[in-house]
């Protein structure tokens, strides 16, 4: 595909200290994008899907403006290169490549084993996963020190703060890379163990369910639940638009991750969310969850 280029390369410049490849032009993978692009970091995006990479496009853009608008980055910010493609032929070249594709374990082993083959031994492979174990994917890589798990959380440019998880073979130059490219993407890093959920997905999304749980019982609505988690408890969106900014296929996915790996009854997606799934209301990014969105503000 034709590369997108947000700005003219300057010939006298430096060469950029990172250049990452993000794996899948969905949610995640177009907020990542959008990140580094404001922080002035060159990205090669790869999606096997032809036409979601003409909609990323489009995406990654809308985002960079709201960053803007909202102040999480300068109005003046230079963006860097953005490059599209539908393989990853490309990827011999860059510093670090952040697997973002689809929540199932199956699909992120194979798109590692793909990417592990074809970059330089010691390029940090980060898969942004809300709860697979990190060292479970590194059987799937080439080198499985190379191998790192960060969360980030939806959207990417708002929250600050990235879970970044270390595998019981992950090396000690993989921390420090990785550390400093999320110090290139202003971002602080919190390091934790190797464990199905980590942190935030083992905590967040069990509360998350249990909110599900209590409207599909009927006990409240939506708006209910959410209102008295932020105004008594302090959570800053409610579980429930969290879920759809997460996006409850997103979710779900997680939740049988848990489940599977913990025991946890707790983690079984609960009725509700499954019916949400078939019904194909997962959110913002349809326009349809616990909430409905417009279109502009989706």
């Known amino acids: 595909m034709t590369p997108t280029r947000h700005t003219a390369p300057d010939p006298h410049a430096v060469p950029d200290p990172h250049r990452i490849a993000v794996l899948g032009a969905g949610v995640m993978g177009v907020g990542i994008t959008a990140l580094a692009l404001g922080h002035g970091i060159p990205v090669l995006l790869v999606d096997t899907d032809a036409e979601r990479l003409d909609r990323a496009r489009g995406a990654v853009d809308r985002e960079l403006r709201t960053a803007q608008l909202l102040g999480r980055l300068p109005a003046t910010a230079v963006t860097a290169a953005l490059e599209a493609a539908t393989t990853t032929d490309g990827v011999g070249d860059v510093t670090a490549v952040v697997e973002a594709v689809t929540e199932i374990a199956e699909i992120k082993a194979k798109a590692l084993a793909d990417v592990s083959a074809r970059v330089r031994p010691g390029t940090p492979l980060i898969s942004n996963t809300s709860s ?88 409240a609505t939506p708006e209910a639940v959410d209102a008295l988690m932020e105004g008594c408890l302090g959570h800053p969106t409610g579980p429930l638009r969290t879920a759809d900014l997460i996006g409850i296929d997103n979710l779900v996915d997680s939740l049988r991750v848990l489940h599977r790996r913990t025991g946890d009854e707790g983690c079984r997606p609960c009725d509700l969310l499954l019916d949400k799934v078939r019904q194909g209301e997962l959110g913002r990014k349809t326009g349809r969850g616990f909430y409905v969105y417009e279109e502009e503000n989706r």
């Open 132 to 219: 697979i174990p990190v060292d479970e994917l590194a059987d799937w890589a080439a080198r499985a020190e190379d191998v790192v798990g960060t969360h980030f959380m939806n959207p990417p440019y708002l929250i600050p703060t990235v879970e970044v998880i270390r595998g019981a073979r992950t090396g000690d130059a993989t921390m420090a890379a990785v550390g400093a490219l999320l110090t290139a993407l202003a971002r602080e890093q919190i390091v934790v163990r190797d464990a199905p959920g980590f942190v935030t997905s083992r905590v967040l999304h069990p509360m998350i369910n249990d909110a599900a749980r209590v409207v599909q019982e009927g006990t």
